[in-house]
């Protein structure tokens, strides 16, 4: 039973983590039409958002002391942060908050890099083959990685979370269960409620705002929209930098969890695209459903008793299930009739 | 040896008309060259060059730009150039400085990519391009062996880099291939009496694996090393290699009744579930009425930094170390320092140690004929290279030296301090017969 | 299509042949001052070659996008080295095995993912490839060797060999009755294959089932509602384009007997789609181009490091060399991925249609204005958006 309720825990934080990622691929594949493998690398950008304050928070002065020689012969290094030289205490606090204080980073910058990317480059591969946009920003992908690689390195940089929610939430007691059975980490219930919150917000803007109406409206009929005279491309750019925003603040929160290096926006494209399509094209709540069910099935798959009866289960059930899915229901979860089919 | 004095052999002739016929005044240089030549590759010049094949991109390419920088630093050293480093501490040593038999050395490079298909074609391009006579490097297993098994059809030594496993030099050893560094047995062996001291005899573990041959041999050691202290195992369980998120399968091991997690990942699966291990709050639990404990088999500098925090105290075992006190240790750690103004990894240190191997072997032979450079490796003895007295085993091409046992530091002095080594384990603890592993090593003589 | 109709070749096609045929034959020779007339890559220019024009044939004309071909690469390099470790080191029934295996489960995979199309095919391939990667990577490690890649061993039966050649020392090489298929012999085996290919490519393109393909491509919908079922072709077409992926695998094996899991990854697929968009999607020679392009930087931009590019630079005064080589260095050597995705992003921007539109653009410029087979051509190029 107990081991049944943690690989639930499991699944939904995971299920969380796929469904904020599919999110924002649906908001520009599914609506927008446009294939875009850059997706992974602004995951990826918005984790680095968070290691780059990190390393601004922790920059330290460095005062050489010329008497005591390191084995390798060059003087030991004395460094104190700066920020606890100028702040004192609240430095401190600041440095531990890091993470969640990417977020604030995170937004603008990622913003910013959405509406670049598409008014540079992705507006003129609207009307291109999809064949095409594959290429572009695949390109652009393996552009945005080399950058980081270049100034961050390839090695797994750690993020550490507040230490505040650094351990294990007893949830089992919490329930009125023994104690110390169902443990499981705060940082992901918190990643999970965090998912949560920002899917609903995000529904909850494309319905209940003008904004989002319009842009829905375009969705489903972009040259009717267009005739009536409003600006659906300014709406689209902003879809587009809404969707790197959703990227983004997921690869900042995830960083605790998975200490970033630059490759991991392309572990996970491949996985956010069998979300999506399993989900359906086309449709936001599909690609949400098919992130937590995923997530959940992968969970279970994992266990023991599981692998014991078909070896290797776990290696393949994403995939077997978005076969199986894929055959039963010709267009995914809640997929749209003609999008993305020709 | 009649490949090398005779004339051209029958295979040679067979292949050497056909492909004329093939080629038809095409390609007229490289079949006289083929003639010219008594083994490939054999430098005429006053230079002789080296390939260095390690991983430029994908997730080791930290570990392969380290493992450039001690080549490039090893080129330098038998050039005569820089402080010397360990050419100056290495016996018995013919080393002069003066390149490799009068020759400068020189070298080219190329990317691994960490897959065996992309080493194999990097290593082609250095034999079949730039007339490398050795090859070297690398960061993972599966591109070892698939590099070594290349290296002996083109009858080219193979100095291996990084790799860990069993099979290198185990099921898949070669003749052309040589490896410096430790593997999953010795880390086993190493690792077995440290353990029943610091956590006593009766434990209960869990095995997380990766789910590839690595995994499989690192598995099997920890298995019986630490069976053969009297603990018990709880059950084992693959793992796939990248899955990231490693909590589905972290989960079972908390009500599993096992008091110890034994990792046996690398690279950024072992970051990511030591560091997820411990958000599961594994380090703080009590099970048993004992305290819940991590292992991991397999250490590195690169990898600890990954994981941060997360390696305060975790046991491992290690090839070497920069802390290291010995003579050896100290010139080349002082030497890479000098130049890069970073302490060097334990990859960099056996790729250093490799190069200057060969060098030396070369010296030895007095000539750069593999099959003899093979015999002047094969049973070599040394010291003075930072793990102590060290022997090339000609049986399967191991060197048997003493294994570090480190613990993650809990008080660095700096980012690069990251491990203590709480033991050097001698080389008579984790030395096996080369039979329980078969494999063959195959001939010294290649046709090409 | 009968006899007569297999070589009866527009004029057109037949210098292109011609053209291409003394291309590839020569390549020792014009390969010569870009420094990559070394065996290994020439043959890996012809093996990837052949792959890159298989795919087209289903992605250039049905416009079907597989994200799975490379698990079609990754069954025929198996099968190869099975053949070679069971049977016989004779490289022609290594071959034969690898494209019909590949071929058969093509036939499977094709038959279940063309139920649908779109971006649901592409996943539905994509999800095939990658559960034959995972589990050929871990659980059917006995079979396939893993990580480390399945291998000769001097203990393979060879029941074929074994009867007429005695034992030798080391491991056997491929070879044809004593010609090895290694170096140059290697390379020149597998060019006529990539001759051969591409001539079968040039017929199913000038062919009736040709032009079916491209109408499935057009407007699978309006052919359906004509009564017509178009299920057939692109399941040939499948089929067809999964044996050219079997026999570039088997290739692979013979050159080179070893076969690793992580030819049917995903970025395996991947590599093979950007080689066909690259050289120009549904162009004859233009997936090939890509191919030889992106095997070109894999192999030669990423070994030059920064000892190679002083060497190059060194004749500026030293400031400027130091100067120029920390530039460039950020391009090559462990920087060529940087490189190779400036030049995906920079080709498809300004050119779209890929490196054949570069090619029919500047003939424009010479000849002032193309001929048919170009309109042809750019027709081909510019399919509709997908909504």
Redesign the interface.
């Known amino acids: 039973m107990d081991a049944i309720l943690l690989q639930l825990l499991n699944g939904l934080d995971k299920g969380g983590a796929y469904a904020l990622i599919a999110l924002g691929l649906t908001l520009v594949f599914g609506t927008l039409g446009v294939v875009n493998f850059a997706h992974g690398a602004l995951f990826m950008l918005g984790a680095f958002c968070a290691v780059a304050l990190r390393k601004l928070l922790t920059l330290e002065k460095v005062v050489l002391d010329t008497e005591n020689l390191t084995a390798w012969g060059t003087p030991t290094e004395i460094r104190t942060p700066y920020v606890e030289t100028w702040f004192g205490e609240f430095g401190a606090v600041l440095v531990n908050y890091s993470v969640p204080l990417s977020i604030l980073v995170a937004i603008p910058v990622m913003l910013v890099i959405g509406v670049a990317m598409e008014r540079g480059l992705i507006k003129h591969f609207y009307r291109r083959p999809h064949a095409e946009q594959i290429l572009v920003t695949f390109g652009l992908a393996i552009v945005l990685q080399e950058v980081i690689k270049h100034f961050f390195g390839a090695n797994p940089i750690p993020q550490p979370m507040p230490e505040n929610f650094a351990g294990a939430a007893d949830v089992g007691a919490m329930l009125g269960m023994d104690p110390n059975v169902i443990v499981y980490p705060w940082w992901r219930l918190i990643y999970f409620a965090f998912s949560v919150a920002v899917i609903a917000a995000v529904f909850a803007f494309l319905q209940f705002t003008t904004f989002g109406m319009v842009v829905r409206a375009g969705m489903a009929d972009r040259e009717t929209v267009g005739l009536i005279g409003i600006d659906i491309d300014k709406r689209f750019t902003a879809m587009f930098g809404l969707a790197a925003v959703v990227a983004g603040v997921a690869g900042v929160m995830y960083t605790p969890l998975l200490p970033p290096d630059y490759h991991l926006g392309m572990d996970f494209l491949v996985l956010t695209f069998v979300v999506v399509v399993v989900g359906g094209m086309g449709s936001l709540p599909g690609a949400v459903a098919a992130g937590f069910l995923l997530g959940i099935l992968q969970s279970f798959a994992s266990m023991t008793e599981v692998k014991d009866i078909i070896p290797g289960i776990d290696q393949i059930i994403i995939y077997l299930v978005a076969v199986i899915i894929l055959l039963v229901r010709p267009r995914g979860l809640l997929g749209r009739k003609g999008v993305m089919e020709s | 040896m009649t490949e090398r004095n005779d004339g051209p052999s029958r295979?040679r002739v067979?292949?050497g008309a056909?492909?004329g016929l093939?080629?038809a005044g095409?390609?007229p240089t490289?079949i006289t060259s083929a003639y010219a030549q008594e083994y490939r590759n054999k430098p005429t010049g006053d230079t002789v060059t080296l390939g260095f094949n390690v991983p430029?991109?994908?997730?080791?390419?930290?570990e392969?730009?380290d493992e450039?920088r001690a080549y490039e630093l090893a080129v330098e050293h038998l050039n005569g150039e820089g402080d010397g480093g360990m050419l100056t501490t290495m016996q018995p040593s013919n080393l002069t400085g003066n390149g490799i038999l009068g020759k400068k050395v020189a070298?080219?490079?190329?990317?691994t990519q960490t897959?065996?298909?992309?080493a194999?074609?990097?290593a082609?391009?250095?034999i079949?391009?730039?007339g490398a006579l050795m090859i070297t490097g690398g960061s993972?297993?599966?591109v070892a062996?698939?590099v070594q098994?290349?290296c002996?059809?083109m009858g080219t030594i193979f100095m291996a880099g990084l790799t860990h496993?069993d099979?290198t030099t185990g099921k898949?050893k070669r003749r052309y291939g040589f490896r410096h560094f430790f593997n999953t047995y010795m880390s086993g062996a190493a690792l077995g009496p440290v353990l029943s001291d610091e956590y006593g005899n009766e434990r209960r573990a869990y095995h997380l694996t990766a789910?590839?041959?690595?995994g499989?041999t690192q598995e099997r050691a920890m298995k019986d090393s630490t069976e053969a202290i009297g603990w018990e195992t709880v059950?084992t369980?693959?793992?796939?290699?990248?899955a990231?998120?490693f909590?589905?399968?972290i989960?079972?091991v908390?009500?599993s009744g096992a008091d110890v997690l034994i990792l046996n990942h690398y690279g950024?699966d072992m970051?990511?579930s030591l560091?997820?291990a411990v958000?599961?709050?594994l380090r703080?639990k009590q099970v048993n009425g004992k305290n819940f404990e991590i292992v991991v088999p397999l250490f590195s500098r690169?990898m600890a930094?990954?994981?941060?925090?997360?390696i305060k105290g975790i046991l491992g075992s290690a090839n070497w170390n920069?802390?290291l006190q010995d003579e050896g240790s100290?010139a080349f750690?002082?030497s890479?320092?000098?130049k890069y103004?970073?302490?060097p990894s334990m990859a960099a240190h056996t790729c250093y140690v490799q190069t200057l191997l060969y060098a030396d072997a070369c010296e030895r032979a007095g000539t750069f004929y593999p099959p003899d450079v093979i015999r002047a490796l094969e049973g070599h003895k040394f010291d003075g290279m930072g793990n102590g007295p060290t022997e090339y085993r000609a049986a399967d091409h191991q060197c048997f030296k003493s294994v570090l046992v480190v613990r993650g530091n809990a008080n660095p002095t700096?980012q690069f301090d990251l491990l203590e080594v709480v033991q050097e384990v001698p080389r008579e603890q984790v030395e096996y017969d080369p039979a329980i592993f078969g494999g063959?090593l195959?001939?010294y003589?290649?046709?090409m | 299509m009968n006899f007569q109709g297999i070589f009866s070749m527009s004029r057109k096609d037949v210098t292109t042949l011609v053209i291409f045929s003394i291309v590839v034959l020569a390549m020792p020779i014009w390969l010569q001052p870009f420094g990559a007339a070394y065996p290994d890559l020439m043959q890996r220019f012809a093996i990837f070659g052949i792959l890159a024009i298989g795919f087209n044939i289903l992605f250039g004309l049905t416009g079907y996008l597989s994200f799975g071909h490379a698990a079609f690469l990754g069954v025929g390099s198996y099968t190869a080295v099975w053949t070679f470790k069971l049977f016989s080191m004779n490289p022609i029934p290594a071959l034969f095995f690898a494209v019909i295996l590949s071929g058969l489960f093509a036939l499977v995979i094709g038959y279940v993912s063309l139920r649908r199309s779109g971006i649901y095919f592409s996943i539905l391939t994509l999800a095939f490839a990658q559960m034959s990667y995972n589990l050929a990577y871990s659980v059917l490690t006995p079979i396939t060797m893993g990580e480390t890649g399945l291998q000769l061993e001097a203990s393979d039966p060879r029941i074929i060999d074994s009867m007429f050649v005695g034992e030798e020392a080391g491991l056997p090489v491929s070879n044809i009755f004593g010609l090895e298929m290694t170096g140059i012999p290697g390379f020149y085996f597998c060019a006529i294959f990539l001759l051969i290919g591409f001539f079968i490519t040039q017929r199913i393109f000038a062919s009736p089932f040709g032009m079916m393909l491209r109408g499935i491509k057009s407007n699978q919908t309006r052919m359906n509602y004509t009564g017509f079922n178009t299920r057939p072709y692109t399941l040939t077409a499948f089929v067809i384009s999964g044996m050219y992926a079997g026999l570039a695998g088997g290739l692979m094996a013979v050159t080179d007997p070893l076969a690793g899991a992580e030819r049917m990854q995903w970025t395996a697929s991947g590599e093979i789609v950007l080689m066909t968009i690259l050289g120009g999607v549904g162009t004859l020679l233009g997936p090939i181009i890509g191919a030889w392009l992106i095997k070109y930087f894999e192999n030669i931009f990423s070994s030059f490091n920064e000892n190679v590019l002083h060497n190059l630079f060194g004749f500026l005064p030293d400031g400027l060399e130091g100067f120029v080589v920390e530039i460039t260095s950020m391009f090559v050597g462990e920087g060529w991925h940087l490189t190779l995705g400036l030049v995906f992003v920079l080709v498809v921007t300004f050119l779209p249609g890929g490196m054949m539109e570069g090619y029919r653009r500047i003939t424009t410029l010479f000849t002032g204005g193309g001929g048919d087979g170009d309109k042809a051509k750019s027709e081909d190029t510019q399919t509709q958006p997908a909504e």
């Open positions: 295979r067979l292949k056909a492909a093939v080629t095409v390609a490289i430029q991109t994908g997730p080791y390419a930290d392969g730009a450039l070298y080219v490079t190329g990317d897959k065996s298909d992309a194999r074609a990097s082609k391009r250095m079949e391009k730039d993972s297993s599966g062996v698939a098994s290349l002996q059809e496993s099979d898949d789910d590839y041959n690595w499989y059950n369980v693959k793992t796939p290699v990248g990231g998120d909590s589905q399968y989960t079972p908390l009500n950024r970051v990511n560091t997820q958000q599961f709050g703080d690169l930094q990954g994981a941060g925090d997360n920069w802390s100290q750690v002082k890479f320092g000098a103004g970073f302490p700096s063959e195959g001939p003589e290649v046709a």
